[in-house]
Structures are given as C-alpha cells and as structure tokens.
C-alpha cells in the first residue's frame, strides 16, 4: 500500500461544475499536505496547503483536511478547460523538521466545454 | 517573483557517462530538495539538503551524490548513467528557518540517456 492514495483517474466534470479530488494517507504522524497541480511534461505547481483540521478556501480552490480519518480533499469550483491537469497530493513526511514529500500518483482531471 | 532554476534544462547522455544537475533556490530558502520522476509515475524524492548539510536521503542511487554549496544552490551528480535514469529531475526550494514548510519547484531538467 502506498503511503500516499489517490484515484487516478481521469476525473471528467464539464465546465462550471464542482470538482472533487480525494486523497488518503497512512503516516498518522503527518502534520501537512498539499496540492500539487501538474500539467504534462511540467514542474508541479503548489495550488493549496493545509495543516489543520477543517477547510482552506483560496479562491475557486478549498482544500479540506480530516486528520481523524487520514483524509485530505480538493474542491475546484467553476471548474475551467484551463483546470486539466494531473493533481498531485502531497502529504510531508518530517524527520528532524526537514520535510521531505510523498507524493500520491496523481488523479487526472479532464473539464471540458 | 523568482523562482526556482534549474540548468540544463534537456540533457542527453549515453550510458555509463556521467551528468551534473544545477539548482539555484528562490533567494533566501535555505533548503534544497531533488525529486525524479519517471514517465506516469508521481515524484520519488531522492536527496535533501539544510543549511549546506544533507538532512534527508530517499530512494538515491549509491551512483548519485549531490551537495548543496555556500550560495545555497545545490548539484546532482549522476556517474554510471543507465537507460533507468531517464527521467524529469525536479529541484525544489523551502526557508525552513522561515517556518515555511511549502515547497516550490524549479522547471526541472530532462534528462534522456541512450
């Protein structure tokens, strides 16, 4: 099992809905998490971070985290074609505070018109 | 803003040759991290550094060292390339002595080994 699970995917909304990326972690002792959107053959991109229980709202983008449940979740409103991309969660895993990544695999997100 | 760069940015070697990756952190992080990912997979953190010393180490290859230098830029030295290197080296930067736990990436560099 992999420390980080997300669905691959492809996750396919039509322009103007709501969508909803999940993602589960193992390591209880994981104290951040972010989200990382990628489009193909591009560097990941840092689109939220959340490090305490409840919702994280930047703008069309709310990151929503359960620690409880080792659950963390992305809501992108107004979905837009521009959206599609690959998002990676990304959970922090701290030794000595020096905060390497485990990524997910990344769910694909496809808006269209 | 300035970000995160990184040179080359396409690299092709042959096997058994060896290669050099450049990182320049965003001004003021003091912490430097490299990440390969290969074709459809997710990043694989490899190395990371603090303040010039190495404060983590993944799934790096006993054929791969990096170090980080006074100027806070850091290189990944690759020897003994085999065709399972090929892949997107991803640098990226954090200020950890800033409470910043975020990391941003550089553009990363392709490497492609024949």
């Known amino acids: 099992q992999k420390e980080v699970e997300q669905n691959s995917g492809p996750l396919s909304v039509p322009e103007g809905a709501i969508a909803s990326l999940n993602c589960t972690y193992s390591?209880?002792?994981?104290?951040?998490f972010f989200w990382y959107r990628q489009y193909s053959g591009k560097s990941p991109e840092l689109i939220m971070f959340?490090?305490?229980?409840g919702d994280k709202e930047d703008g069309r983008f709310t990151a929503q985290l359960n620690k409880a449940s080792q659950y963390v979740s992305l809501l992108i409103r107004d979905s837009q074609p521009s959206d599609s991309a690959t998002y990676l969660c990304a959970v922090n895993i701290g030794t000595g505070g020096y905060n390497k990544l485990i990524f997910g695999a990344g769910t694909r997100l496809a808006v269209h018109p | 803003a300035a970000g995160v760069i990184q040179s080359p940015r396409h690299l092709i070697k042959e096997k058994r040759e060896t290669a050099t990756l450049k990182c320049y952190p965003i001004?003021?992080?003091?912490?430097v991290y490299w990440y390969q990912q290969g074709p459809g997979q997710d990043p694989q953190f490899l190395i990371s550094?603090?303040?010039?010393?190495?404060?983590d180490k993944g799934s790096i290859p006993d054929r791969f060292s990096a170090q980080q230098f006074s100027d806070y830029h850091s290189e990944l030295n690759m020897s003994s390339l085999e065709l399972g290197d090929s892949a997107l080296y991803f640098c990226?930067?954090?200020?950890?002595?800033?409470?910043?736990?975020?990391?941003?990436f550089g553009p990363g560099t392709r490497l492609t080994v024949t």
């Open positions: 390591d209880r002792g994981s104290q951040s």
């Open positions: 550094f603090y303040e010039k010393m190495q404060s």
């Open positions: 001004p003021r992080h003091d912490t």
């Open positions: 990226a930067s954090s200020s950890l002595a800033g409470g910043l736990l975020e990391q941003y």
């Open positions: 959340i490090y305490s229980n």
